[in-house]
């Protein structure tokens, strides 16, 4: 299980998370990729196509930042600095993307 | 108790990927973790610059880092060639160069990429907090 922390919307980073993502892997969005969180954001909808059980998790202060806290997606869980801490000590690695 | 290393290679206020790792690092420590080292790579080495003055009303990111090591005795680590391409230099770079100043932080120290490859194979996590 890989956790897959991704800080922006770019097209093209997202099209190698959709290739590099396995089903039981979780993905973390940090900074500007918050935005993505937003219902509608196509890659995540494609991501969510190929992999329905695939965990989304956002980083709440980061959220916040951008007065989107209370628009996300339902499904996506809203997680702390601590949890994320705790998400990448769940998980066997870290891949972050930028 | 995971020991986790950073790297950090965002520039303050440039980026978010300094504020992450800053914010990072302080969660895991308050939750009983270890930072086995911190390492500042390409514009991350403007965090440990002596010289930084942001506006009163901002967060000081280079202050506070410095306070997080200094409170915590955290291993940072500056690379070498990143820094002096930048103009951060320790005092003793400073001299090897002729150069008319030093500006790296007494809480940082300068190394190669060689501490870097140690922490990753020493360290449970590795995160890479880039712009």
Redesign the interface.
Known sequence: MTLH?I?KTDAALWQLLLNAVMPADAVLL???AVYAALPGYPLVTALLATYPALQFHV?A??LAARGISAKIRSGFACV???E???L??DHAR?V?W? | M?S?ALMIQGAPYS???AL?AF??C???L??G?EIYRLFFYQDGVHNASALCVPPQDEFHLPQAWQQLIRQHKLDAVVCVASALKRGITDSGEAARYQLPAANLMAEFTIGGLGVWMDAMAKA????????
């Open positions: 922390v800080n940090i900074e500007d980083l202060d980061d702390t600095c601590s994320f801490v705790a990448t000590i870290v972050n930028h | 995971s986790f980026s978010g990927a992450s914010r990072f302080e969660a895991a308050a939750g973790h449970d996590r590795v995160l890479n907090f880039a712009p």
